[in-house]
């Protein structure tokens, strides 16, 4: 599970208004975000009981359950065009179930732990089971097109949603932003060691570090 200092940062959609793109390792639909731990909102114990309304057969663990059970698969409406597609890839003996439409993100799953991976995060588990990982799917993808396609007010929406949003509305959120800007940590590190920087790296960091970023860093230097 996400510890409790850090949450965990994976490769997910933006959310206008909550969360933005940002930075060079943004691409033009994902970015790497934080992302709040799903099991301190919903008790999770395999069966998928927050789909309510739905008559599931429940398996010997979330990840069989989810095989067994396609209605599952009707929950997300990705605002990415993700799909579910199950197939084991002999050359990594990987089993994937769920990606990007153009493959921008393909999502697996280990049988063995039963957690979840992407080829865009690598070898740091993204969730801890399929259904922590589904929930949050589902979650963004009901927020994304409450705010941003049907453009309606966070206030007026169901609280599972107000609560996932609130992490993003955090004080401490926009502290870590900060903290994880690569660009920030980079120069961090060549004032420390006294590098001289060349232009074009100038012109990389006043082109993708907002002001207030640089003011942090020269503050922080300054004190140092």
Known sequence: MST?????????????????????????????????DVRTMVKLIGDYSWAQGLKINVGKNPWETFQQNPILWQLVKSPTSCYVDISH??????????????????????????????????????ADDVEEFW?????????????????????????????????????????????????VRTLTCLFSSQNKLPPELWNMILKYVSLPNLQLLLMQFIKN
């Open 135 to 183: 929930l949050r799917q589902y979650i963004e993808a009901t927020l994304w097109y409450y705010l941003v396609f049907y453009r309606k007010k966070l206030k007026d929406a169901p609280e599972l949603l107000k609560k996932y949003a609130r992490f993003y509305q955090r004080r401490d959120y926009d502290a870590y932003k900060k903290r994880q800007n690569p660009i």
């Open 89 to 126: 890839d002999e050359e990594t003996g990987q089993t994937i179930f769920y990606r990007d439409q153009q493959d921008c993100i393909v999502w697996y799953v280990d049988p063995q732990t039963g957690k979840v991976y992407s080829y865009t995060d690598g070898d740091t588990p993204i």
């Open 4 to 36: 409790k200092s850090e949450p965990r940062t994976v490769w997910c959609f933006s959310i206008n208004g909550l969360r933005e793109l940002r930075g060079v390792y943004s691409t033009s639909t994902y970015s790497k975000f934080p992302i709040p």
